[in-house]
T-cell receptor, first 114, second 113 residues
Framework: AQKITQTQPGMFVQEKEAVTLDCTYD???????LFWYKQPSSGEMIFLIY??????QNATEGRYSLNFQKARKSANLVISASQLGDSAMYFC???????????FGTGTSLTVIP | NAGVTQTPKFRILKIGQSMTLQCTQD?????MYWYRQDPGMGLKLIYY???????DKGEVPNGYNVSRSTTEDFPLRLELAAPSQTSVYFC????????????FGQGTRLTVV
C-alpha cells in the first residue's frame, strides 16, 4: 500500500485565490511527522511546512497552512492568496517514529494563472 | 552555511560506464539519503544511512552502491550505467527524530545514452 497518496496530478488556481492540495497517508505508527515540499522548475526541493501527529493545532507558515484531519489520515496543504511564484510541483511526505526514511507522494503540479 | 552539497549538477554517461555522485553535508546530520526522481514522478529511495559505517537499501537499490565512511559524506556509485538510470538524483540529510525535515541538495541530472 502506498504510504502517501496525492490524487491531484495537476491543479490550476487564479492568482490571489486560495488552493488546497490533497494528501492522504497510511501508517499504523501512533507517532509520525508530515511534511510538504515545493519543487519549482529549477528543481530544488524547498521545505514548506511540518505537522506532527500529536499536534493539536494545524500548522501554519505564512501563506501556507496544513489542514490536518487525523481520523481521516489526511494532511492537505492550503495556499492562500496564490502568487505566480507558487507555480511548482508540491510533494507531501511522511516520516514514522519507527522508520528511518521519508516517504513521498507522486506530487501535484500547481499552476497559478494571472 | 552550505547545507547539502551534491556534485556534479549534470552528467552524461555512456551505457556501461561507471560514476560516483558525491554528497556532503555540514549540519552534522546522522541520517543521509539518496533518492531518484524520474520525470513527472515522486521520489524513490535508493539507499539510506543512519550513521557512519551503516547503510541500508531503499526501494530501488539495484544498480547502485553506497558507502558512509564519515558523518559528512555519502557517495552514490553507479556501476555499469543503463538507460533506466537516467534520472535526477537527490541527496538529503536529516536528524534522527521525526519532527525535523530532510534537507536536500540541489540534485544531479544524469543522462545515460
Amino acid at each position: 500500500a502506498q504510504k502517501i497518496t496525492q490524487t491531484q496530478p495537476g491543479m490550476f488556481v487564479q492568482e490571489k485565490e486560495a488552493v488546497t492540495l490533497d494528501c492522504t497517508y497510511d501508517t499504523s505508527d501512533p507517532s509520525y511527522g508530515l511534511f510538504w515540499y515545493k519543487q519549482p522548475s529549477s528543481g530544488e526541493m524547498i521545505f514548506l511546512i511540518y505537522q506532527g501527529s500529536y499536534d493539536q493545532q494545524n500548522a501554519t507558515e505564512g501563506r501556507y497552512s496544513l489542514n490536518f484531519q487525523k481520523a481521516r489520515k489526511s494532511a492537505n496543504l492550503v495556499i492562500s492568496a496564490s502568487q505566480l511564484g507558487d507555480s511548482a510541483m508540491y510533494f507531501c511526505a511522511m516520516r514514522e517514529i519507527t522508520g528511518n526514511q521519508f516517504y513521498f507522494g507522486t506530487g501535484t503540479s500547481l499552476t497559478v494563472i494571472p | 552555511n552550505a547545507g547539502v552539497t551534491q556534485t556534479p549538477k549534470f552528467r552524461i554517461l555512456k551505457i556501461g560506464q561507471s560514476m560516483t555522485l558525491q554528497c556532503t553535508q555540514d549540519m552534522n546530520h546522522n541520517y543521509m539519503y539518496w533518492y531518484r526522481q524520474d520525470p513527472g514522478m515522486g521520489l524513490k529511495l535508493i539507499y539510506y544511512s543512519v550513521g557512519a559505517g551503516i547503510t541500508d537499501k531503499g526501494e530501488v537499490p539495484n544498480g547502485y552502491n553506497v558507502s558512509r565512511s564519515t558523518t559528512e559524506d555519502f557517495p552514490l556509485r553507479l556501476e555499469l550505467a543503463a538507460p533506466s538510470q537516467t534520472s535526477v538524483y537527490f541527496c538529503a540529510s536529516s536528524y534522527p527524530d521525526r519532527v525535523t525535515e530532510a534537507f536536500f541538495g540541489q540534485g544531479t541530472r544524469l543522462t545515460v545514452v
